[in-house]
Structure formats: structure tokens, C-alpha cells
């Protein structure tokens, strides 16, 4: 079952900054539409960011010029460099792939980022 593997996290001060990177299977990740998603404790899981397979970026409002997303094709691998970070970015951070062809693919295990003020 193909599945991301999320990596990067951790504790970081405010202010500080922060690379999360997202592998995939290489079939499914050239066509893909990769995306970042965040969940707090008791929270839903929201969107962070998306890159489709032709580089358009959408980002949530919350991130917008801290946060850039990047994709890799050669190496299947998506990144979310973080900056100017902030207690609120507390969060898990998942991964998602939507396929054209197999649709949303399973969810990483999601790497914790811990922001302290």
C-alpha cells in the first residue's frame, strides 16, 4: 500500500524556522497534487498547503508568506520550509498525495512539530 513518509519535525523556538520533507512512491508522485495538512490536539485537520504536479500553490491564509511549499520530482519528495514560526503552528503535520488515477492516498503517520514561546 503506497503511503507517505513524512520526516522533519520536532521543537523549535518562536521565530524560528523548520523543513519538513514528504516522500511517495515515484509512480504516483509526478502526477500527484502533494499537499501539507496540520491537526492540533483537539482539533480537525486542516489544509497548510498545496503544490499540484504543474508547481500551481495554494496556501491557507494563516501560513501565507511564512510558510513555502516545494516539490522535488526527481527525488518524489514534497517540503514545507516553515518560518517566522509561532506557538499555533503546534501541530501534527500530515502529508496527502491526490492522484489523478487512484485518487487520495492513505495518510503518513505525521511528523509532530512543537513550537515553544
Known amino acids: 500500500q503506497v503511503q507517505q513518509v513524512e520526516s522533519g519535525g520536532g521543537l523549535v523556538q518562536a521565530g524560528g524556522s523548520m523543513r519538513l520533507s514528504c516522500a511517495t512512491s515515484?509512480?504516483?508522485?509526478?502526477?500527484?497534487?502533494m499537499g501539507w495538512y496540520c491537526q492540533a490536539p483537539g482539533k480537525s485537520r486542516v489544509l497548510v498547503a498545496t503544490?499540484?504536479?504543474?508547481?500551481?500553490?495554494n496556501y491557507a491564509d494563516s501560513v501565507k508568506g511564512r510558510f513555502t511549499i516545494s516539490r522535488d520530482n526527481a527525488k518524489n519528495t514534497v517540503y514545507l520550509q516553515m518560518s517566522s514560526l509561532k506557538p499555533e503552528d503546534t501541530a501534527v503535520y500530515y502529508c496527502c498525495a491526490d492522484s489523478p488515477v487512484f485518487g487520495r492516498l492513505p495518510w503518513g503517520q505525521g511528523t509532530q512539530v512543537t513550537v515553544s514561546s
Open positions: 515515484g509512480s504516483i508522485f509526478i502526477s500527484a497534487t
Open positions: 503544490i499540484t504536479s504543474g508547481g500551481r500553490i
